[in-house]
């Protein structure tokens, strides 16, 4: 057993489900075998499997489903006895609520209600995770006093700009239960916490660095508080609904800034929104991801694809890497080049409506002889090595592994310039603009007509993930980050006086 | 905007309404990813105006202008775009030139379902009246095969008052000692059904039906055990009553299986199937006829639960995905959550079969509890003009369902009083309704039977309307029906709202009075004034459960907010 212990968070991502948050907590799991990992997996249902073989290392999974489950004790306190259960009912009474939770419920409300960074210091989250050590879950959201405070509250300013319904409120104080669930954990002991998103996960983070003064690390693929906006402002809400969510999430993301001993996006244009948005500029260091040049490695095509100009890409099929317009984009490179053929290696089951709209635009195009969607592929390191270049259309994008990788395969890489994008491709591949297809699909025709620049840009791409963006450049940054937290003075734990 | 999920149509066994709790939210309101934005192109010659009404076009009002500047990143707009395409220094200065300019926009407002036009209204009232009524069409079979025939699957129109007796308290005990499981399982497996995790509800299924099996077991050795130590009935006779109890335990439980399933037409085939048989061994055998009784459950426990296995293990089957990963919390939880549920269902049946074990306890008789058949046929054309009131609880439970959340979007969070009194005012409602089917239900019942007596078409129970004991008990036992009908239409409203407690605090006063006035009664009295005791004992469980109703509804703002 190792000496230091990192408590490891995600959403939705490792260790059950796949992706490049995944891949990357799995790199730096099996990379770091000198750390114990604890991880604390916050999901969205309970009915999740393991998608990776967790290296030994890794000692126990605390698994956070946030929806789907009744109350706590379903999932999150599944080893609770009983009579512990029992008494923290016992102890949620109409008084204890009154005096002690709804407090911290006017706190949270006004804190959310802030468009600027809240004064809290984590010290509310911390507190609102004592009183859910101690009493109920369910008992406490479903008591009277808490509806009660609630709706004087959303009466007086709920801040939209229409009144909000009886339904919208009691919604929305559902909402708030349950994306509070995390709160209800025990938060084990450890040397380091480390999140990789400054949203629910990075409670813990929190909590732990009060309860016990542990560092707090947060890594941002993606940056979560972006994504959020994107998704609750064109998502089904009413507008104090969008208020609301966006006022929690807003919250939330300050509050992981504000408590994080350190934030590590893994790519610079993450800092563009997070240190607006309240990341301390000095303690935002961006640490790019890394891939295995010996598991990628340059090889020749094989008998299946020799012989015809083949574009490879490796994503899940979902409306953010836009596969709509990676398809209209063979219908441009079919025009110039007949023979030429996209093969898409990646999950089909994240969104099945929009893998059959892609399905209806690739036989409306008539290009199922063009557009194959490959499914996964029983050895992803070979994958870029099956074309002569590998296509990227995403609209959004961290620090993309799949260009990293088809990089280090001296596979040249044809992406949208969203994201980390270009600091990953710097000058070894072709930048479009997103969303156009006419662009894609003339840039894929481009490289596949001229054997020469794609050999120089493949060789000049490996080069330059064998002097930037090898693994043991990305794990050996957070080694080095590792020890300097752990080297910090101890926090004062516990703040509460 | 709604976060979580109405049950409000799973019945929970013959004669008992749909416990429809709420649900907490199943899934994450924010776990959609955004698919591309229909941005005007990046570098195209878009202004910003154009760009501030698509953002307003795409999201209604942004939240602030971080919003806009996450939207126009979506939708493609990089740094180099703000600054090619908007002469703006990056994405955030272009969103914020974009705020100064957004068109005045109202947040969209999700339209209300528009009101279906009367014809479409009354044919789903006609479709959920006629399944509330459906309960009861297997028991309405099994009289008509009994008039008719002779013969029904529990019972003979030529029984002698022994047998009527064993089979009579047999069929009680097997009510009340599965009632509770039944309810149970009505309440626990639709949630995991609606939620698509079929593996689980069959496992609580079998479970919940293992233990129904196992507590009727036990009860009926610790009856028959007793019966049988105190030499209270004959030995034949309680191998007899043992084997009805047993098959009409297995019937009540597997049928519990069918409504769990919404298998109606399944139940009632079964029941066909099994009269049939039981028909075709009375007319062309030898056999006795508690042999064919037993043959006939049997046939109709088999085709049930051949059916409910083949149902459940198809749905297990076809569980899709990860939701085949789903497992149950720990047993214990599920006990304390059906607990309520399983309670409320065995009180109701024992209201229901109380007053008559008084009366049949009443007097000295050959056996300890003696079937009256003037007593059964008095309250059972009672409770027949009653089913009428008892099937519209489907309709009340489904519109109460219907009516509450589109009520809370209509009312803004400062007009809380203004809701809760309109809540108030549709429980009203419904008890009137209830009341005057009651009523109706009461004279069509009258009426058909004065009719048949009139064309002599009464057959066998002829002599029986005849009786005044039956003309007392069936006058007391319509006003106690009525009565209990108000009661139950009331506890519809608070197991609607997960306030199963409140509904059983009142219908078990109501239980404790009914067996105390039905044994103070009787015992100075004749044995028919038991029937007082359910009128007392309903009256109380009105009133009990009309206060806890009003007291529940006037804050239904809380009570639909805590109902998960």
Same mark, same amino acid.
């Given at each position: 057993m190792a000496d230091t212990t990192v408590l490891l968070c995600t959403e939705g991502t490792y260790p059950y489900a796949g992706g490049g948050v995944s891949t990357w907590c799995d790199i730096l799991c099996r990379e770091l075998a000198d750390y114990d990992f604890t991880l604390y997996a916050v999901t969205g249902e309970p009915e999740v499997r393991l998608r990776y073989e967790l290296p030994p290392n890794v000692r126990a999974t605390i698994h956070i489903p946030l929806w789907g489950a009744r109350e706590p004790a379903d999932f999150v306190l599944a080893d609770i006895p009983l009579s512990e259960l029992h008494a923290r009912r016992r102890r949620t009474t109409a008084t204890a609520v009154t005096l002690r939770f709804v407090p911290l419920l006017h706190r949270l409300l006004a804190a959310m209600a802030l468009e600027a960074s809240p004064e809290d210091d984590g010290t509310l989250i911390w507190q609102l995770w004592r009183w859910f050590q101690e009493h109920d879950w369910r008992a406490t959201w479903k008591s009277r006093e808490v509806w009660d405070a609630f709706v004087e509250v959303t009466t007086a300013s709920h801040g939209a700009l229409r009144e909000p319904t009886i339904e919208d409120t009691a919604t929305a104080l559902r909402w708030l239960a349950n994306y509070l669930l995390p709160l209800t954990a025990p938060v084990p002991k450890t040397d380091i916490v480390h999140t990789t998103?400054?949203?629910?996960?990075?409670?813990?983070?929190?909590?732990?660095?009060?309860?016990?003064? %542990?560092?707090?690390?947060?890594?941002?693929?993606?940056?979560?508080?972006?994504?959020?906006?994107?998704?609750?402002?064109?998502?089904?809400?009413?507008?104090?609904?969008?208020?609301?969510?966006?006022?929690?999430?807003?919250?939330?993301?300050?509050?992981?800034?504000?408590?994080?001993?350190?934030?590590?996006?893994?790519?610079?244009?993450?800092?563009?929104?997070?240190?607006?948005?309240?990341?301390?500029?000095?303690?935002?260091? %961006?640490?790019?991801?890394?891939?295995?040049?010996? =598991?990628?490695?340059?090889?020749?095509?094989?008998?299946?694809?020799?012989?015809?100009?083949?574009?490879?890409?490796?994503?899940?099929?979902?409306?953010?890497?836009?596969?709509?317009?990676?398809?209209?984009?063979?219908?441009?490179?079919?025009?110039?080049?007949?023979?030429?053929?996209?093969?898409?290696?990646?999950?089909?089951?994240?969104?099945?409506?929009?893998?059959?709209?892609?399905?209806?635009?690739?036989?409306?195009?008539?290009?199922?002889?063009?557009?194959?969607?490959?499914?996964?592929?029983?050895?992803?390191?070979?994958?870029?090595?099956?074309?002569?270049?590998?296509?990227l259309s995403s609209i959004s994008e961290g620090f993309p592994y799949t260009v990293l990788e088809s990089m280090a395969c001296a596979r040249p890489v044809v992406a949208t310039d969203v994201g980390g994008v270009r600091e990953a491709l710097q000058d070894f591949g072709i930048l479009v603009p997103p969303r156009d297809h006419e662009a894609l699909g003339l840039a894929v025709v481009g490289l596949l007509r001229n054997p020469g620049l794609r050999t120089l840009m493949g060789r000049q791409a490996r080069e330059a993930v064998l002097a930037r963006f090898r693994i043991g450049h990305s794990v050996g940054a957070y080694r080095g980050v590792y020890e300097r937290l752990l080297a910090l003075p101890a926090a004062p734990a516990a703040l509460a006086a | 905007m709604s976060g979580r999920t109405e049950r409000g149509d799973a019945p929970a066994g013959p004669g008992l309404p749909a416990a429809p709790a709420g649900e907490p939210p199943a899934h994450d309101p924010v776990a959609q990813p955004a698919g591309p934005l229909t941005a005007p192109a990046p570098g195209s010659r878009a202004t910003v105006d154009a760009l501030a009404a698509f953002i307003v076009d795409e999201a209604g009002p942004p939240i602030d202008v971080w919003a806009i500047a996450a939207l126009l990143e979506s939708a493609g707009v990089r740094d180099r775009d703000a600054v090619e395409g908007y002469g703006q220094r990056d994405v955030f200065a272009l969103a914020r030139a974009v705020q100064q300019r957004l068109p005045d926009a109202e947040p969209r407002v999700a339209q209300p379902e528009p009101i279906p036009p009367l014809r479409a209204r009354l044919e789903r009232y006609a479709r959920i009246y006629g399944r509330g009524t459906f309960f009861f069409l297997p028991l309405a079979l099994q009289l008509f095969s009994l008039l008719v025939v002779g013969i029904s699957q529990f019972a003979a129109i030529h029984f002698t008052n022994t047998q009527a007796s064993v089979v009579a308290v047999a069929t009680s005990l097997s009510f009340v000692a599965t009632s509770g499981f039944i309810q149970a399982l009505g309440y626990l497996a639709p949630i995991y059904i609606e939620s698509g995790k079929h593996v689980l509800a069959r496992s609580v299924a079998w479970r919940v039906m293992g233990l129904g099996a196992l507590a009727a077991l036990a009860v009926g050795a610790i009856a028959f055990g007793l019966a049988a130590a105190t030499h209270a009935y004959p030995a034949h006779e309680l191998r007899v009553g043992a084997a009805y109890y047993l098959l009409l335990t297995a019937q009540g439980l597997v049928g519990a299986l069918l409504y769990m399933l919404r298998r109606f037409v399944l139940i009632l085939a079964a029941t066909f199937v099994a009269l049939v048989v039981v028909g075709i061994l009375y007319k062309h055998t030898s056999l006795k006829v508690e042999q064919i009784n037993w043959i006939g459950l049997g046939v109709g426990v088999v085709v049930q639960l051949g059916v409910a296995v083949i149902v459940l293990d198809r749905r297990a089957g076809g569980t899709r995905g990860d939701m085949r990963l789903a497992r149950l919390p720990r047993a214990r939880l599920l006990v304390r959550r059906a607990l309520p549920f399983g309670v409320y269902g065995l009180v109701y049946f024992?209201?229901? %079969?109380?007053?008559?074990?008084?009366?049949?306890?009443?007097?000295?008789?050959?056996?300890?509890?003696?079937?009256?058949?003037?007593?059964?046929?008095?309250?059972?054309?009672?409770?027949?003009?009653?089913?009428?009131? =008892?099937?519209?609880?489907?309709?009340?439970?489904?519109?109460?369902?219907?009516?509450?959340?589109? %009520?809370?979007?209509?009312?803004?969070?400062?007009?809380?009083?203004?809701?809760?009194?309109?809540?108030?005012?549709?429980?009203?409602?419904?008890?009137?309704?209830?009341?005057? =089917?009651?009523?109706?239900?009461?004279?069509?019942?009258?009426?058909?039977?004065?009719?048949?007596?009139?064309?002599?078409? #009464?057959?066998?129970?002829?002599?029986?309307?005849?009786?005044?004991?039956?003309?007392?008990?069936?006058? =007391?036992?319509? #006003?106690?029906?009525?009565?209990?009908?108000?009661?139950?239409?009331?506890?519809?409203?608070?197991?609607?709202?997960?306030?199963?407690?409140?509904?059983?605090?009142?219908?078990?006063?109501?239980?404790?009075?009914s067996i105390t006035v039905g044994i103070v009664l009787t015992t100075g009295h004749a044995y028919w004034t038991a029937v007082i005791g359910v009128l007392a004992g309903s009256i109380v469980f009105a009133a009990l459960s009309g206060g806890q109703a009003w007291r529940t509804l006037r804050r239904a703002d809380y009570h639909n907010y805590a109902a998960w």
């Open positions: 998103i400054a949203g629910f996960p990075g409670l813990a983070g929190i909590v732990a660095k009060l309860e016990h003064g %542990t560092p707090f690390l947060v890594t941002e693929h993606g940056v979560w508080i972006r994504e959020r906006y994107i998704s609750v402002s064109t998502g089904p809400f009413s507008d104090y609904g969008k208020r609301f969510l966006m006022g929690l999430s807003r919250y939330l993301a300050r509050v992981n800034y504000r408590c994080a001993d350190l934030i590590c996006p893994v790519t610079g244009f993450n800092r563009r929104w997070e240190v607006p948005y309240g990341a301390p500029a000095a303690l935002t260091e %961006t640490i790019p991801n890394g891939v295995d040049p010996a =598991l990628f490695a340059p090889a020749p095509k094989p008998r299946s694809t020799a012989g015809r100009p083949v574009a490879v890409a490796a994503a899940r099929v979902f409306p953010l890497k836009d596969i709509e317009t990676m398809i209209r984009a063979a219908a441009v490179a079919r025009r110039e080049l007949p023979e030429v053929q996209f093969l898409v290696y990646g999950s089909l089951d994240a969104d099945p409506g929009y893998v059959g709209r892609c399905r209806a635009l690739i036989a409306e195009l008539d290009l199922q002889e063009t557009f194959v969607f490959a499914g996964h592929h029983s050895k992803p390191a070979e994958l870029y090595n099956e074309g002569d270049i590998s296509v | 024992t209201f229901l %079969t109380a007053d008559r074990i008084i009366a049949w306890a009443s007097g000295s008789n050959p056996l300890p509890l003696w079937f009256r058949a003037p007593y059964e046929v008095g309250l059972d054309v009672a409770l027949a003009g009653i089913v009428f009131a =008892l099937a519209f609880l489907e309709i009340t439970v489904e519109n109460f369902s219907a009516m509450l959340v589109p %009520t809370a979007e209509r009312f803004g969070v400062d007009a809380v009083n203004e809701f809760n009194r309109v809540v108030s005012r549709f429980w009203a409602r419904q008890l009137a309704f209830v009341g005057a =089917l009651a009523a109706l239900g009461t004279l069509a019942a009258t009426a058909v039977l004065v009719v048949l007596n009139h064309l002599g078409a #009464l057959g066998p129970i002829h002599k029986l309307y005849e009786d005044p004991v039956a003309h007392r008990v069936f006058g =007391l036992g319509v #006003l106690a029906y009525a009565f209990l009908a108000v009661g139950i239409a009331n506890s519809v409203f608070l197991l609607s709202l997960n306030r199963p407690w409140r509904a059983i605090a009142s219908i078990t006063p109501g239980l404790l009075i």
